[in-house]
């Protein structure tokens, strides 16, 4: 009998040594554990979905595109980041806004379009008529322009094709400053010499320039008339005009290469627009040689050019003979 106790023990030692097998791990006939396949995820059911949708969805209410809300929204951002680009050559209708001077620029702001950011006016005829309005008034001066935009180094710049003074401005005629003094008042029995007396009083007090005078710039010095004569009219074409590009102080000047040293082609102050730009760029890898056709603007006794086609010109140096 001890002898089979002993046996008994010892089966139950050796059973107790051996690992546990899980009752769910297989094995084949090596004794190697199958791995049991996992199951594939479950698919989300339609109710899953749209409840996924609802959590997703905005806390804002949808703006629907076009509406009043929508546009002030882009005015907003517009005037918050101040650099929302508007392309060149987009035409700007019937604004109506304000005129005011900012350092070497007029700057036009619009008071019906909060989405159009104040604009620097390029110098053409229309805006000076417009700065002689502004000088001449008693009162502050709203006008409604139509124009066309350009683009130089992230800014927009408009040029001012008409311009017309707005209806209901607050201003109010009156006497001021500017105004010519009303005509004396002359009685029916007045004789010769007296309505002659009477036109001698409304003789202005300036002395009237003589042809071939000087007259003041607005730097206090003087222009002589040949300057004024030399000047092109305002929208003059300009076409296949050689020169070179210059910088002179805040303005990048085009100067004509022409071969008249008696009767040189007065230089042209650039519009800021892309052409300009890239004539900039152009000329920083070699040469400021330039083929450029345009249209011509006048401002305050100075030409500009607002450049439409400019290519850079090659030194072909002695294959021109």
């Not at 050796?14 to 009752?23: N, R």
């Not at 959590?55 to 804002?60: E, G, H, K, T, Y």
């Not at 008071?111 to 104040?118: E, I």
């Not at 010095?221 to 300057?227: C, K, L, N």
């Amino acid at each position: 009998m001890p002898s089979v106790w002993t046996a008994l023990v010892s089966c139950l030692a050796v059973a107790l040594a051996a690992p546990a097998q899980d009752s769910t791990t297989a094995r084949d006939a090596k004794g190697t554990v199958i791995q049991p396949k996992s199951e594939p995820p479950s698919q989300p059911t339609a109710e899953d979905v749209l409840r996924t949708l609802k959590l997703r969805r905005p806390a804002n209410d949808v703006i629907p595109p076009g509406s009043r809300v929508a546009r002030d929204t882009v005015a907003a951002n517009s005037i918050a980041s101040n650099r929302l680009l508007l392309p060149e050559g987009l035409s700007v209708v019937s604004r109506t806004g304000r005129l005011s001077q900012q350092g070497l620029w007029w700057v036009f702001a619009f008071d019906d379009d909060a989405s159009l950011p104040p604009m620097k006016l390029l110098p053409n005829a229309n805006l000076e008529r417009m700065v002689g309005t502004l000088h001449g008034a008693a009162g502050p001066v709203r006008f409604t322009i139509t124009g066309e935009l350009t683009v130089f180094e992230g800014e927009n710049f408009l040029l001012p094709r008409t311009a017309l003074r707005a209806a209901g401005g607050a201003d109010t005629p009156g006497h001021n400053g500017n105004a010519p003094p009303s005509p004396p008042s002359v009685p029916p029995e007045v004789t010769a010499e007296g309505v002659l007396a009477t036109m001698r009083a409304l003789q202005p007090k300036e002395a009237i320039l003589p042809i071939g005078a000087t007259a003041p710039n607005k730097e206090g010095g003087s222009r002589s008339a040949s300057d004024v004569e030399s000047l092109l009219p305002d929208g003059s074409p300009l076409m296949n005009r050689v020169g070179r590009l210059v910088r002179q102080g805040s303005w990048w000047t085009f100067v004509s290469d022409s071969d008249r040293p008696v009767q040189p082609e007065p230089v042209l102050r650039l519009l800021p627009n892309q052409g300009v730009e890239r004539m900039v760029k152009e000329s920083q890898h070699g040469g400021g040689m330039f083929t450029a056709s345009g249209e011509v603007t006048s401002f305050d006794g100075e030409n500009y050019l607002l450049t439409r086609v400019a290519t850079r010109r090659v030194n072909t140096g002695n294959l021109r003979k």
